[in-house]
């Protein structure tokens, strides 16, 4: 359970934007005729000032600069002048940048109603923190206990001793039961070097630097960039979490509490185990004629065919509520016209066979392809199938086969169907988001995922990404009302993003926190290299208990791995249950 939160304070509890530190230090430093860039005073923000002050004198320009302007005042004495310099600029700003950030108030009751001891950690000496705190008493914060470096032999951050002393103080043996919070790089590692959870703070902190009215009037997308940028940079500094607001540091603790009873790990290959901040998404109910949910819309499939690497002037994004076997029954039904056309249906496992039934189904014509399951599909075989039925217009296969999570060469076979005529549909369910797909290289004319795989949503609704041209030319083939593609997408250009039918409004405000996720991650070859990392600590670690693999290793994805029933009387559920809990 966690008993403590150690707060940062300029651009963590106080200060929007950290403003307050690049002020003084930018005065400072000009009152010797030196002209600082805010983004030299902000990479090393979080470090106690005097260190602060030397790290900037490191840099060889600034030195010289010094050198050049005070020649008077030899290097080594310049750290006292402009430390003494800083202070007074310092004392200048303090004041009216003490305003407590919003969220703040919200998370000060949560912690004293859950017996939740506040203490801080600061960059500022106890002159400059005497300041602050009668104006955050005001505003009603009073931390327990405010550490310095001053208490701890003037070793501050990244070192973990300042934390070290709040716990002492707090009587808290185990760090485990403790959140670090900051906004800078340093405040993250000061967290991770004292062994708590280490939580970084983007709106309003270091990394951003804006001050809220500014921060405000940004659109959306522009706001989005910011905070993928700072949050990708705590994230590389190895925190723990990332939360936008302070009061969102409320829900997490809850979730970080409940994680103490045994929580359900999901095992099978639906739903992945999703991420806090996707969770959370869904707790405010929309409507879906609202202006801002249709604008929601319309950015998730910009921003699904910029994850396919392809420009939105010849590929579209459409969303099919239900699963992916709707969106790929969605794609079938209306790519394929009613007259004059058939479909070959490349098979190495079930979801391949799936295609197959549901071309019985709908009474369309195809030849099926049917390859070993432990086996990938070769263009050889692919281009024999044609040559023996040349009435085929139509090829479907899946990347990712979900089976045995044998990854299938769709970079070689899709683009030869192509040059040959051939409309192409491929069923990218356990590959999208989580193995690099170039659909401009590719020149697929449908392929299909869904909400709750690798970009790391809840199931909800699938996505179809056509070519424009190939999709604009299907209208009337659909045997299907609801699952008519074509319509579906008329009715999102016609209407800036309204759906035909009800929607799952609260898995598309999901699946856009899981976007932003995916590229806060560092994107899909980020995304690839975790999982990569994981699937080979998995199988090596089951191999090494005698699991046998069923495919070779060549034609391994990074997502789904299978293993042989290692004797005759193994028992699968007792296994799967053993696995599904963790402590």
Not at 19 to 30: G, H, M, Q, V
Not at 66 to 82: D, F, G, M, S, Y
Not at 190 to 197: L, M
Not at 504 to 531: D, I, K, M, S, W
């Amino acid at each position: 359970m966690i008993e403590a939160i150690v707060l940062d304070w300029a651009g963590t509890t106080v200060d929007y934007g950290s403003r307050a530190p690049i002020i003084a230090f930018k005065n400072a430093f000009a009152h010797f005729g030196i002209d600082l860039s805010e983004e030299t005073i902000r990479q090393d923000v979080g470090l106690d000032k005097l260190t602060h002050v030397r790290q900037i004198l490191q840099i060889p320009e600034i030195a010289n600069s010094w050198e050049t302007r005070q020649p008077t005042i030899p290097l080594t004495k310049a750290t006292a002048e402009i430390y003494a310099q800083f202070q007074i600029e310092i004392n200048k700003v303090l004041a009216e940048t003490a305003q407590l950030k919003p969220g703040m108030t919200d998370l000060i009751k949560f912690a004293n109603t859950h017996h939740i001891q506040l203490a801080t950690t600061t960059g500022y000496t106890q002159v400059m923190l005497n300041q602050i705190l009668p104006l955050a008493a005001q505003q009603g914060y009073t931390p327990t206990y405010n550490i310095t470096s001053e208490q701890t032999n003037h070793v501050g951050r990244p070192k973990p001793d300042m934390v070290a002393l709040a716990m002492q103080k707090m009587h808290i043996s185990d760090p485990s039961h403790v959140i670090k919070v900051g906004d800078t790089v340093n405040d993250i590692l000061e967290g991770k070097n004292a062994g708590t959870i280490s939580i970084g703070v983007v709106d309003g902190g270091n990394l951003i630097g804006l001050p809220k009215q500014a921060f405000d009037q940004l659109n959306i997308e522009q706001r989005d960039r910011y905070r993928a940028k700072a949050t990708a940079i705590l994230k590389e500094a190895g925190a723990d979490e990332i939360i936008n607001n302070i009061a969102d540091l409320i829900p997490l603790i809850e979730s970080i509490d409940d994680q103490q009873h045994e929580m359900p790990l999901l095992l099978t290959p639906g739903p992945l185990t999703t991420s806090f901040t996707v969770k959370e998404t869904m707790l405010v109910d929309h409507g879906t004629w609202d202006d801002d949910y249709k604008e929601l819309t319309q950015w998730v499939r910009r921003e699904l065919v910029t994850l396919g690497h392809a420009s939105n002037e010849e590929y579209t994004a459409v969303l099919m509520q239900g699963s992916g076997s709707f969106g790929v029954e969605a794609a079938i039904g209306t790519a394929i016209p009613k007259r004059d056309a058939t479909l070959l249906i490349a098979a190495n496992g079930a979801y391949g066979e799936r295609m197959i039934e549901i071309a019985d189904y709908l009474a369309i014509p195809h030849v099926d392809l049917h390859v070993p399951e432990d086996q990938a599909v070769t263009l050889g075989a692919v281009e024999k199938a044609l040559t023996a039925h040349p009435e085929v217009t139509h090829f479907a296969m899946v990347h990712c086969e979900t089976t045995t999570g044998i990854l299938n060469p769709i970079e070689t076979i899709i683009p030869a169907l192509t040059d040959n005529g051939i409309i192409t549909l491929v069923d990218a369910m356990s590959s999208f988001g989580g193995v690099p797909i170039d659909l401009a290289q590719l020149q697929v004319d449908y392929l299909i995922t869904s909400s709750n795989k690798c970009v790391q949503g809840v199931p909800g609704f699938s996505v179809v990404l056509a070519k424009k041209n190939t999709l604009q030319a299907t209208k009337g083939n659909a045997r299907s009302l609801a699952l008519d593609l074509y319509a579906q997408y008329q009715t999102f250009e016609e209407h800036d993003g309204k759906w035909r039918f009800t929607s799952p409004t609260h898995v598309v405000y999901a699946f856009a926190e899981a976007l932003r996720e995916l590229e806060q991650e560092g994107g899909v070859t980020a995304r690839t290299h975790r999982y990569q990392a994981n699937e080979t600590l998995l199988r090596k670690g089951m191999q090494n208990l005698g699991y046998e693999l069923v495919i070779d290793e060549t034609v391994q994805s990074p997502t789904i791995t299978s293993f042989r029933y290692p004797t005759v009387d193994f028992n699968f559920q007792a296994f799967y249950e053993y696995g599904k809990f963790y402590n």
